[in-house]
């Protein structure tokens, strides 16, 4: 005797629930989202700026990132652990998509005692990461994580290189770059459903560095490099100064987001006190791989620097 259709209607419903319950968690373990603690004041919500003809995000490759937030619950100061790594691999997730040939061991997390990326690595080779943050700050936990994997996607390396301070700026870049995708994500497709109005409090974040970088420096990057270099020379993590190259870099990273996995080649050659930055330069752009020669060309016409052939 046939089955009657209902029953078999009923059985196709709970499969496809089980299989939606599956995909996604419904709810986030903490319990509210507050306000950022340096976002916009209320009502001054900005929208990312649009990039002419965007490049399609290419998919990550299923374990190409691992992060074990280290602690419990108290450790980050109420916050969820499943929620912290949430967070983590959202901010991860779009800087790692751009470098598909890359391999990452895994990278432990702390919530106190930085920002700051240790040089000691683990008996597996794996990274330790310090951030400086707590509760439910998800905007500052994504500026202060990202800044850190560019670093170890820079092969970042402990010596004394004057021109320190370009890796430092090109991860604050990363950090705004960070924010301002995970912003677009999030509208669609964040960790969880009920965290989608949470986006503009990323760009928001982001938005109060780039406002902060326009106070700074009201001069053309050319003009305003030369006046500061030898104070860049000085100390490679100068947040104020980093964050106005940052601001003037950005948009030829969004433009051309292929261009991060130019960072893999940065740190290659040891560095030399002597060099200057048209040197520094020069050396990446060498070590470079021919698709991404051009892209390096680009960031050096920024400071009015040409190498190489003009692009």
Not at 184 to 189: L, N, Q, R, S, V
Not at 245 to 259: D, I, Q, R, S, T
Request: hydrophobic share 35%; proline share 9%; with cysteine.
């Amino acid at each position: 005797m046939p089955k009657p259709v209902h029953s078999i209607f009923t059985l196709v419903s709970v499969a496809v629930l089980a299989l939606t319950a599956g995909c996604r968690q419904e709810k986030p373990e903490s319990e509210s989202i507050p306000d950022e603690p340096t976002a916009s004041s209320p009502g001054q919500k900005t929208s990312p700026d649009p990039v002419a003809n965007p490049v399609p995000k290419p998919l990550v490759t299923e374990g190409a990132l691992k992060i074990h937030p280290i602690g419990d619950k108290s450790a980050w100061d109420g916050a969820s652990i499943r929620d912290v790594q949430a967070v983590l691999e959202s901010a991860g997730t779009e800087l790692i998509r751009w470098f598909p040939a890359r391999h990452l061991e895994p990278i432990q997390v702390e919530p106190k005692g930085g920002p700051i990326t240790l040089y000691n690595r683990d008996s597996g080779g794996g990274y330790t990461v310090k951030l400086n943050t707590g509760k439910t700050f998800w905007a500052q936990y994504s500026f202060q994580f990202s800044h850190e994997l560019c670093h170890i996607l820079s092969n970042y390396r402990k010596d004394e290189n004057p021109n320190g301070w370009f890796e430092e700026s090109l991860c604050e870049v990363a950090s705004l770059f960070t924010l301002k995708q995970m912003a677009e994500t999030w509208k669609t497709d964040p960790p969880y459903e009920n965290w989608k109005s949470f986006h503009s409090a990323l760009v928001d974040y982001a938005q109060k560095r780039i406002d902060e970088s326009a106070l700074q420096a009201r001069k053309p990057l050319p003009e305003w490099f030369e006046e500061m270099e030898p104070k860049l020379r000085e100390s490679a993590g100068q947040r104020e100064l980093n964050n106005v190259v940052a601001v003037h870099l950005l948009p030829l990273f969004e433009a051309n987001p292929k261009g991060w996995e130019a960072i893999g080649w940065l740190n290659v050659d040891q560095s030399y006190p002597d060099d200057t930055f048209p040197e520094f330069l020069e050396r990446w752009h060498y070590y470079c791989p021919d698709r991404h020669r051009p892209f390096v060309q680009k960031i050096a016409a920024k400071f009015a620097i040409q190498i190489g052939e003009a692009p």
